[in-house]
């Protein structure tokens, strides 16, 4: 495997060993219902864990993207994250933060006000034309997500000719144009429950593998997703142990980054999976 690196406020972050990133809600409409932070003592406590845990990156959202999630104004994303960033600021100066937007305006303002050194777009600009232009200005590390529709529409019976080759295709053509806008950092994101069926899902993490035509890093984020649980037929509350499981059928089709809920057990994946792979050389 390639080994790739992302150049975050200066620092060169290197993704030879798979990071972490736990994800920080500031938002009271996140499909699982745990992970939302909506007051100081709960941001605090989620930093302070992904810190303790073993998470290498914190990623911050203040707009729910699950299925049929309600709109919210740009005014309240705004407050939301100036609200938890202050305070994750305050506890990890160094952290390295990424914010969870599709609007170009809150990520510039994200980066520019508090320094946050990545950008999480689930759209790929396709939400906010202005978001390519500006993430180029910014110059800083972008990761794209494939999606068709929007949060509330995205579940609405998705159906694909050809499921790979569309994922494939828009990502070329996503590529080509971030690259022609002089955008260095570019990481790829599958979308695993964005417009995807359960088989479409588990089709897509069976050929992951396709995307590393790219030779650009990956980022999987199955965390506690109706993938697992519906599958399993239980609830995110119950889906840790198949997350765990994909976590590492994923690791093993070369994911760089897993986006996640629970921390430690992630990162005791990630240290399992290292191992073995120094093992293979021995």
Do not use: W
């Not at 990502?171 to 599958?190: A, H």
């Not at 290292?274 to 093992?279: D, E, G, I, N, T």
Request: hydrophobic share 40%; charged share 20%; glycine share 6%.
């Amino acid at each position: 495997m390639l080994s790739y690196s992302l150049n975050v406020n200066g620092r060169l972050i290197s993704l030879q060993r798979p990071q972490v990133m736990g994800i920080v809600n500031l938002t009271p409409d996140s499909f699982y219902s745990a992970s939302r932070q909506e007051d100081e003592a709960a941001i605090r406590t989620r930093v302070g864990q992904i810190a303790t845990e073993g998470g290498d990156m914190i990623d911050v959202g203040a707009y729910s993207s699950r299925p049929g999630a309600a709109e919210v104004s740009e005014a309240e994303e705004m407050r939301r994250l100036r609200f938890g960033l202050r305070i994750i600021k305050d506890m990890q100066p160094d952290a390295i933060l990424s914010v969870d937007t599709f609007r170009a305006s809150v990520a510039k303002m994200c980066v520019e006000e508090y320094g946050v050194g990545i950008v999480n777009d689930i759209s790929a600009g396709e939400l906010d034309a202005e978001m390519f232009r500006t993430v180029a200005q910014l110059q800083v590390p972008y990761i794209i997500m494939h999606m068709k529709g929007t949060p509330q529409t995205m579940q609405n019976a998705p159906a694909y000719d050809d499921l790979l080759q569309e994922v494939y295709t828009y990502f070329s053509e996503k590529v080509t144009q971030l690259r022609d806008m002089g955008v260095n950092d570019i990481v790829l994101d599958p979308g695993f429950g964005f417009a995807k069926t359960l088989d479409h899902n588990y089709e897509l993490m069976a050929h992951m593998e396709m995307l590393h035509d790219f030779s650009l890093p990956l980022l999987v984020g199955v965390s506690r997703k109706s993938m697992i649980y519906r599958l399993l037929q239980t609830t995110p509350e119950e889906a840790l142990n198949g997350t765990t499981a994909l976590h590492m059928v994923a690791l093993q089709k070369g994911a760089h980054i897993l986006r996640v809920h629970d921390v430690k057990a992630c990162a005791e994946v990630v240290k399992i999976f290292s191992k073995l792979k120094s093992a293979e050389s021995i």
